[in-house]
């Protein structure tokens, strides 16, 4: 999934694709094997009335022991469903950059940097929403196959310096310029995408805790522009952009923490795994004068964690509202405000423009969710 071609020709599908794809066969099929004894009905459970108060156990503790139902996380009122799907809104916040120095105050009487004056930490994002879908094929042994996509984009933040004749200096020249190069007024901007897929196996279970095992698909993508005008007017530019493309293997589990049986009830849910990251980078840095890019890429080990709590409300016994709580931390990314200090442009024209893909950065990203859940 190399998102950096620029218009250059490429397989329409790589090795890691083809890998998706067949996994995503595999569980398809799996997931159409379900128990007969729970398609077919052989062993038929008493109807019950929607909370039906006249049970003598408290719902809670709603079991075989003495209700007939099997109640069970994905089927917390016990009625044995086919499918369940959910739709649900993502609304979520990431966290500020990690600090890197892009320019500092100049003083006026010895030239020199007086300071900070803008800091890739800075660039903090506002709300970012997007769709999430679950489908979950349940394999009548009180567990599920479990499909889950979402998208999030337009994480977006802008930071102006104001214009000041000659009032700031680059921190480490990366506009091809020597580093006692006056600018009069500075532009930045990052923009961040987030998406992922997965297919996990729901282990059979009852009561209110289940194990989930599965292959995951996270993509990150980062873009960082700067526009800066020197004191003689001249504007410049640089560019960067990012991609991450990670594959693995995640574990997790989930749960009913609260309310298991009742129309109310408190979702858990944990998920982490240890990625391959297809990680790459290109850059670019421009004035009326001269032209430079580099693309470079670099495999790199990452990590994902998810975690999550929601609320849930049962209107009928097939439908639910859901309101809750989501985070994720990813580790292992090549960010593109970190690859600045990389040197991908080098403050010379004349030398061979190159540079490593920093893959040491990090993201956390949380936020709330709100959603529907229909069984069937």
């Known amino acids: 999934m190399d998102r950096l071609r620029y218009h250059e020709s490429s397989e329409w599908l790589l090795w890691s694709d083809w890998f998706v794809v067949m996994t995503i066969v595999m569980m398809l099929l799996l997931g159409l094997i379900r128990n007969t004894r729970a398609d077919e009905g052989v062993l038929v459970q008493p109807e019950m ?42 609304l979520l916040w990431r966290d500020a950059p990690q ?59 802008t930071k102006s310096l104001p214009t000041v004749n000659a009032g700031y200096l680059q921190d480490d020249a990366f506009f091809c310029c020597p580093v006692t190069t006056p600018y009069n007024t500075v532009t930045g901007s990052l923009a961040s995408s987030f998406q992922s897929f997965e297919i996990n196996r729901r282990f059979p279970t009852d009561g209110g805790f289940q194990w989930l095992t599965g292959f995951r698909w996270v993509e990150w993508n980062d873009t960082f522009a700067l526009s800066s005008v020197r004191v003689d007017n001249v504007t410049e530019t640089y560019n960067t952009s990012t991609v991450n493309d990670l594959y693995g293997w995640q574990l997790g589990a989930d749960s009913i923490l609260l309310g298991l049986g009742s129309p109310w ?112």
């Open 99 to 157: 600090s890197v120095s892009l320019y500092n105050i100049r003083d006026a009487g010895t030239g020199l940097a007086a300071g900070s004056a803008f800091n890739a930490s800075n660039l903090a994002s506002g709300m970012a929403a997007g769709p999430r879908f679950t489908l979950f094929r349940h394999t009548g042994d009180n567990g599920a196959i479990e499909f889950n996509y979402f998208r999030v984009q337009s994480f977006t933040a």
């Open 265 to 376: 009830r408190l979702e858990g849910l944990a998920k982490a795994g240890v990625y391959y990251n297809q990680a790459g980078q290109a850059s670019s840095a421009s004035d009326p004068s001269f032209s430079l890019a580099v693309r470079t890429a670099k495999p790199a080990t990452a990590f994902v964690g998810e975690i999550g709590l929601t609320s849930v409300y049962d209107v009928t016994d097939w439908f639910s509202v859901r309101a809750g709580y989501a985070a994720f931390w990813l580790d292992g990314l090549a960010l593109a405000t970190n690859q600045v200090d990389q040197c991908s442009i080098c403050n010379s024209q004349s030398a061979e423009v190159q540079g490593p893909t920093h893959v040491g950065g990090g993201v956390f990203v949380q936020g709330i969710t709100l959603g529907l859940e229909a069984r069937w």
């Open 49 to 90: 009335a929607f909370f039906d108060t006249a049970v003598e156990c408290p719902p809670e503790e709603c079991g075989p022991a003495c209700c007939d139902p099997i109640c069970h996380v994905l089927d917390p009122l016990g009625q044995d469903p086919l499918w369940s799907g959910r739709a649900e809104a993502l």
